[in-house]
C-alpha cells in the first residue's frame, strides 16, 4: 500500500495504542498511559505513516523516539502486520535517524526481545549492533538485545 510519513498528533493516539496492542504479546504492549507518558515528554518523536489517498486503515505504523543531548533512545516500532515487509518500517527509522542527527543526537539505543526474530533482523539490516543481552528484560523472563548505533553527524544545509 502506498504511504506518506507525517507527524503523530494527538487525534492518533487510540489507532497507535491498539496498532501497538495488536504488535506485542499481552504484558509487553504498552498501557494507555505509558504510551501517552511516552509521547508526551518534550524529548519525544513520533513519525506516523499513514495510507495515501483516504485508504482504510488509515495509520499504518509508527516510530516513536526520544533524544537527550547525543543520546537517542528509540521507545517502539510498530508496523501492521498486513503491511510488513513493504518498506513502512524502514521509512519511519530512515526519517528517525535524519531527524535524531539533525537535533545533535550521536549514539541511537534501543532493546529488543532476543526472541523476536523480525526485530532482531530489521535492527540488523539498519545498522544496529548488539553491545550485550538484559536476561528477563520483558515480564522477567524474556531477555533482551541491548543494541546500538552511531549516527553520522547531519549535514550542514546547503546555501
Ligand atoms: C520489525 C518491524 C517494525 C519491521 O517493519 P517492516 O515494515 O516489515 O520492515 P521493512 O519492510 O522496512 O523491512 C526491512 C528489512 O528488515 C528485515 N526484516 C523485516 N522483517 C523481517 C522478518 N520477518 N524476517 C526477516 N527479516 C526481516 C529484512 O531485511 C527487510 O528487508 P527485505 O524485506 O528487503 O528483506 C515489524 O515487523 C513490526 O512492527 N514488528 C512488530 C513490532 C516489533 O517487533 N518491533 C521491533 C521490536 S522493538
Keep these: 500500500m502506498e504511504f506518506t510519513l507525517r507527524e503523530y498528533s494527538p487525534s492518533d493516539f ?4 491498539e496498532i501497538d496492542r495488536a504488535c ?3 504484558g509487553i504492549a504498552y498501557s494507555r498511559r505509558m504510551l501517552r507518558w511516552y509521547l508526551s515528554q518534550r524529548s519525544s518523536l513520533c513519525i506516523v505513516a499513514q495510507a495515501a489517498g483516504g485508504a482504510e486503515p488509515a495509520v499504518l505504523g509508527f516510530l516513536v523516539a526520544h ?3 547525543a543520546e537517542g533512545y528509540i521507545v ?7 503491511q510488513r515487509r513493504s518498506g513502512i518500517g524502514t521509512a519511519l527509522l530512515q526519517e528517525t535517524e535524519r531527524r535524531l542527527a539533525k537535533m545533535g543526537v550521536r549514539h ?26 538484559t536476561r528477563g528484560y520483558y515480564l522477567g523472563r524474556i531477555d533482551a538485545y541491548e543494541m546500538f548505533k552511531e549516527l553520522q553527524p547531519a549535514r550542514p544545509a546547503t546555501a
Design 76 to 82: 517502539t516500532i510498530d508496523v501492521l502486520e498486513a
Design 14 to 17: 487510540d489507532a497507535l495504542f
Design 67 to 69: 533524544a537527550h543531548g
Design 108 to 133: 541511537v539505543g534501543l532493546q529488543t526481545a532476543t526472541n523476536n526474530e523480525a526485530g532482531v533482523a530489521f535492527w540488523q539490516r539498519h545498522g544496529y549492533r548488539s553491545s550485550g543481552v
Design 24 to 26: 506485542y504479546p499481552r
